[in-house]
């Protein structure tokens, strides 16, 4: 299983990125997806997932900002974030839902969000 993400960027507050995420390895039309983020030291934290149906679900800090989708055709799944903060700041990594074991996680793509 691979996960490449792409995306990120220095943005300023208020503003907007796209985080992509290309799955190799799965059935990823079969497979719930999330977005985690990992800030340095800590574990991966759920941001947003969505079902093989489509149906997203978020985290609070997330809910009205973030958007997540899947195009099973691409094998990607994306992360519309907007309205960034500081707080926003961290790696983010696509996986499954739940995530698949430990050596499973990409490189991710770091976000950061100037104030």
């Known amino acids: 299983v691979q996960f490449v993400e792409s995306g990120g960027a220095l943005v300023q507050a208020g503003g907007s990125l796209r985080l992509s995420c290309v799955a190799s390895?799965?059935?990823?039309?079969?497979?719930?997806m999330g977005w985690y983020r990992q800030d340095r030291g800590k574990y991966h934290e759920l941001v947003a997932q969505i079902t093989i149906n489509g149906a997203p679900t978020y985290v609070d800090s997330a809910k009205g900002r973030f958007t997540i989708s899947r195009d099973d055709a691409k094998n990607t799944v994306y992360l519309q974030m907007d309205g960034l903060k500081p707080e926003d700041t961290s790696v983010y990594h696509c996986n499954i839902f739940p995530p698949a074991g430990p050596t499973s996680w990409g490189q991710g793509t770091q976000v950061t969000v100037s104030s």
């Open positions: 390895g799965i059935d990823f039309s079969m497979r719930p």
